[in-house]
C-alpha cells in the first residue's frame, strides 16, 4: 500500500527508472550551493546598477508550487538564500510597502499585465473552456469598489455588516486565484475547479447582500467566516 509520508525516497536520477536513493546530505550541500549563487548573483547586479547613479529595486518572483512540490529542496533552498541576503552589506531584504513608500511620487503604481503561462501570455487562463465567468469576477470588483464608495451610514457600521463585507471580499479573492481557471482550461480537476468559483460567486453575493443590508443570515456568515478564513487581516473599508 502506498503511503504519504513527506519522505522523499529517491533522488533525481535523470530519465530512468533506477534511481538512486535520496541523499539528504547531498541534496542540502546542493541547495546551500545553488543559494549562494543566487545571493551572489544579486550582489552582483546591485552593484553593477549602482554604478549608473541610482539604488535599484530587484523584485524576484517565484512561483510557489515549486517549492517542496517539483522541487523537493525548494523550501530550504529559499530559507538559506534570505538568510544570506539578510547578512549581505550590498542587498537589503525589504517589502513592497517599503519600497513604495521609498520611490513613491505620489501617483499610484499602474501593475501591467504579464504571464509565466505557455507562451509567455494569458491565453491559458482565457481560453475557451473558463473564459465564461470572468463577467462574474469583473462584476464582484465592480460591486465591492462601489460598497466602498458607499456613505457609510450607520447601518453600515455595525460590527456585523461589516463584517459581512470583509468576508464578501474574503470570497472575492479566494474566486480570482488563477488557479482555478488554469485547471479548467487544462481540463485537471476542473469540476472542483468550477464548484470552488461558483461557491465562491455564490457567498459573496449573500454577503454583499447582508453588507448591503439587504439580508441577514447570521448562521452563514459564521460558517464562512470559519470554512474560508483567510487573508484575516483584511478590512473591507481601507
Known amino acids: 500500500m502506498k503511503l504519504f509520508t513527506g519522505l522523499k525516497y529517491y533522488r533525481v536520477t535523470g530519465a530512468t ?47 510557489a508550487e515549486l517549492f517542496g512540490h517539483w522541487w523537493f529542496e525548494g523550501t530550504c533552498w529559499l530559507d538559506i538564500m534570505v538568510r544570506k541576503l539578510y547578512d549581505s552589506r550590498n542587498v537589503r531584504l525589504a ?5 513604495n513608500s521609498a520611490y513613491s511620487t505620489g501617483n499610484n503604481i499602474v501593475l501591467h499585465p504579464s504571464s509565466w503561462g505557455e507562451g509567455g501570455y494569458n491565453a491559458l487562463w482565457i481560453g475557451e473552456r ?25 447601518g453600515l457600521r455595525s460590527s456585523l455588516m461589516q463584517r459581512a463585507a470583509n468576508q464578501a471580499a474574503k470570497e472575492m ?14 481540463g485537471r480537476a476542473s469540476e472542483y475547479a468550477e464548484r470552488r468559483v461558483r461557491g465562491h460567486i455564490h457567498n459573496f453575493d449573500r454577503l454583499l447582500s447582508m453588507a448591503e443590508g439587504v439580508d441577514s443570515d ?21
Open 130 to 154: 473558463n473564459h465564461y465567468f470572468y463577467r462574474h469576477l469583473h462584476s464582484m470588483a465592480e460591486r465591492m469598489a462601489r460598497l466602498k464608495e458607499r456613505d457609510p451610514g450607520p
Open 95 to 99: 517589502t513592497p510597502s517599503e519600497c
Open 17 to 63: 527508472n533506477a534511481k538512486l536513493p535520496y541523499d539528504r546530505v547531498m541534496a542540502m550541500q546542493r541547495a546551500n550551493e545553488h543559494a549562494a549563487h543566487f545571493s551572489e548573483g544579486r550582489e552582483s547586479q546591485v552593484r553593477h546598477l549602482c554604478g549608473y547613479g541610482f539604488n535599484p529595486v530587484i523584485f524576484s518572483a517565484f512561483d
Open 173 to 186: 479573492l479566494l474566486a480570482q486565484s488563477s488557479d482555478w481557471p488554469f485547471l479548467i482550461e487544462k
Open 218 to 238: 447570521i448562521a452563514l456568515l459564521r460558517e464562512l467566516e470559519d470554512r474560508n478564513n483567510v487573508f484575516a487581516w483584511l478590512n473591507a473599508g481601507e
